[in-house]
């Protein structure tokens, strides 16, 4: 059973974080505390999410956008003060409110629809943080604050004070209130740099246990970062000092070395990467990159492409098969299959004020640097000659040669010597 609506609490200031940013906007494993937050909320109530926003609220509205509504008051307000104008603002005066701390991110949600049961028939339920042996009490007092709770709607409106003392008051009053106990690494909320650490560090464990599970080895998980929807293929070798985030996928039998960072990049089967930074990309199978591989947004690596050291890719399609070694640009470019691009070439394809595309055919033979000046087309089965500067079209299975004739002067050296000495 779910709530009839959530709050989530976002306006008050840690002054412990010393951040011009709302603490709910900081993140842990490549997300925002906020971000958790709003999807437990969404999980648990099925009315609707409001969020109560106070300090930095212009930056912390922008994020929301419109996963859910908001309600702005005071950052100096009482929590329930808050939440009493939040419920105003709701239009709800019958029903139970699940209200949850913005920045609380590692309770599940199956804990928080236990709250919500608990709280049915009863005034509220709140969420106590209990260490292993620890009575029910002493948990209650030593933690106060409690990071989740659910309360009858009507006990909400003109509401003051703290939690502490709103739930307090409840009791005293001779409404029932009910505790509901969870571990305490599950009530933990963000307060301070300590504790930001702390959640991302719990959070990344839980991620790698994961992925443990399903068959991936890690050669150290405490020096690898994981964002929560990484997806990893099984057999999969992770070396220290990865960093997987976004909708990263990386397929099955792969190895990636240390110094590998990837976001929203998709890796096929039987891949090897040392050392590859790559953004927004697909890589296709059985391709070897790096080391010190920058590969750019809207960049596809077909099957069984090799790419050396020092090697820059951007949106740029490259074909199964094709090598670019090493010391080369490659940008705005359709590369077709099995080319070998020389040491050093460049795809020259900005004159100052326009960008365009290069296309380079099947089985094309691209000597040491050469430049290929955009936009420009090299047929099929074509080669250029090392140092060349290609400004036009290279028909198919041609042979381009664009750099100046060689000029050898003999003596030129020991005559100029000469004259230096008699300086």
Known sequence: MKADVAFVLAFQEDAAMNSARHTAL??????????YALDLAAQAASGGVKVVTGFDAERVEAYINDRASCVRVSENEDNAAALSLAAQSAGKVEGYALVLSGTAPLIRAETLLKLVEAARGNAASALIPAREGETAENSAERKG?????????????????????????????GATVVNVYAPEHECLRVRDRASLWECN?????????????????????TKILLGAEVEIGRDTVLYPNVILSGKTKIGENCVLYDGCRLHD????????????????????????????VHLRPNTRLGDGCKVGNFVEVKNSIVGE???????????DADVGARVNVGC??????????KKYRTTVGDDVFLGCQTNLVAPVTVGDGAYTAAGSTITDDVPPNAFAIARAYQVNKPDWVAKKRARMRDL
């Open 26 to 35: 900081h993140e842990i494993c490549f997300r925002p505390l906020l971000s």
């Open 145 to 173: 604050e409690c990071p989740a709770y659910c309360v009858d709607l009507a006990l909400l409106h003109g509401a003051k004070g703290s939690v502490r003392e709103f739930l307090i008051a409840a009791r005293q009053n």
């Open 201 to 221: 560090y719990l959070t990344n464990s839980f991620l790698a246990a994961r992925h443990l599970e399903a068959g991936v080895t890690m050669l150290d998980p």
């Open 265 to 292: 990049t998709v890796v096929g089967d039987g891949c090897v990467l040392q050392s590859v930074v790559a953004n927004q990309t697909e890589i296709g199978s059985d391709v070897t990159a790096g080391p010190f």
């Open 321 to 331: 098969k094709t090598k670019l070694p090493h010391l080369s640009y490659i940008g």
């Open 344 to 353: 050093g070439c460049v795809f020259v394809n900005y004159d100052g004020y």
